[in-house]
């Protein structure tokens, strides 16, 4: 039987793993990273292309600023270009009582980097205005952007195997287990690789992995719907996306400069998890093409050459798994972004790569923990 071993070993090969890959690699830790199908093919490579950090979890954009830092770095940092452009993120909304949250999310003290402007009215419309009547208000990011996710998790496993990381497509993990103080990762085609650190990065698949180490969480699983137009001249730099509770009226676009604009929101499909099969909802088309109509009318013409879906992990509070085991020593998770993972991707790596070669990480990602959904004692005895 092979075995190869390494410092650490990465069970899953989207913009996280192949991330934290390269970040480790960087610090001169040796890397295994295993990924069943291609480097990016799920979450990572057909999400929206969002890189944003207005709108998040006020504990999250520690870690969401840590990233952007990078992001502006990216072309020189792994010497590829993932298309980032920095032009500016609107969140908009239909009602006045909105318009008072977005004023209070641009308050908070966490928001403060962002330099978020607050526009209603007729200075809204007068900046913006290809903006539908409905629309009556927004808070403006002048410093988030778009790039191109089907480019990222690619380039940083390119990049970390420049370094000297194994990367292996392809290969199905069939079990995981710590062996004395190592772990022992078996693929489906007999293969071993060991290490003192594993980092499971497996995306909606975490769940199943973190489980077998008896630590399970809720994840569910959905498929985003994505669509995209035929190319029209480059007018709509800003990305801007609907800030609402009403889940028919979620929808967000970013046009690209060869003229084509991106669309996503509105109802998600179930993915198929055992054939590993992503599906389009046709009412979220249909829903995507009127609420695009309602907030830029403009583009009611337009035609829709492609749809796509995704397969993502979501937990119950919206936020990831992120950090060390709590009952394994040398396991560390980040998994379960539930669909806004895109913008993080390099600051996870990054942090990641801190917290396993040294042992701690300067960005707080205590709210990630995967103990939050630890049983207490009694009902872990029941359920045993």
């Not at 504990?59 to 600023?65: D, S, V």
């Amino acid at each position: 039987m092979s075995v190869q071993k390494a410092d650490v070993v990465i069970v899953g090969g989207g913009v996280m793993g192949s991330a934290t890959a390269f970040f480790l690699r960087s610090r001169g830790q040796s890397v295994i990273l295993l990924e069943r199908d291609q480097i990016g093919q799920y979450a990572s490579g057909v999400n929206f292309g969002n890189v944003r950090r207005q709108g998040r979890f006020l504990g999250q954009l520690a870690l969401a600023n840590r990233s952007w830092e990078l992001w502006k770095r990216l072309p020189e940092l792994i010497d590829d270009d993932l298309e980032f452009i920095p032009s500016g993120h609107m969140r908009v909304c239909y009602r006045e009582d909105e318009i008072a949250e977005l004023e209070a999310y641009a308050a908070a003290p966490e928001a403060e980097q962002l330099d978020l402007k607050i526009y209603r009215g007729a200075e809204l419309h007068q900046r913006f205005g290809f903006l539908g009547p409905d629309v009556k208000g927004g808070s403006y990011a002048p410093h988030d952007g778009h790039a191109n996710p089907r480019l990222a998790a690619p380039a940083f496993a390119r990049a970390a195997r420049r370094l000297g990381a194994q990367i292996e497509e392809r290969t199905e993990v069939a079990e995981v287990q710590k062996v004395g103080d190592d772990f022992q990762v078996t693929t489906t085609d007999g293969r071993q690789f060991h290490a003192a650190q594993l980092l499971i990065t497996a995306g909606a698949w975490g769940q199943k992995l973190s489980a077998q180490f008896g630590e399970p969480v809720p994840l569910d699983t959905h498929g985003p719907q994505m669509a995209v137009t035929e190319p029209v001249p480059y007018a709509l730099p800003t990305v801007i996306g609907v800030y609402t509770k009403v889940p028919e009226e979620v929808i967000y676009f970013r046009q690209i400069p060869r003229g084509n604009i991106v669309i996503g929101g509105g109802y998600r499909s179930k993915p198929d998890m055992l054939n590993r099969r992503a599906y389009v909802e046709p009412r979220s088309i249909l829903n995507q093409v009127s609420q695009m109509r309602r907030l830029l009318p403009g583009v009611g013409n337009l035609n829709i050459i492609r749809v796509w879906s995704g397969i993502e992990g979501y937990l119950p509070d919206s936020l990831p798994v992120m950090g060390p085991s709590g009952t394994v020593d040398g396991l560390f998770y980040a998994f379960g972004f539930c669909g806004h993972g895109f913008q993080l991707g390099p600051g996870v790596g990054d942090v990641m790569a801190e917290l396993l070669a040294t042992g701690s990480t300067s960005t707080p990602i205590e709210p990630f923990s995967i103990t939050r959904f630890a049983l207490p004692a009694e009902q872990r005895s029941q359920a045993s």
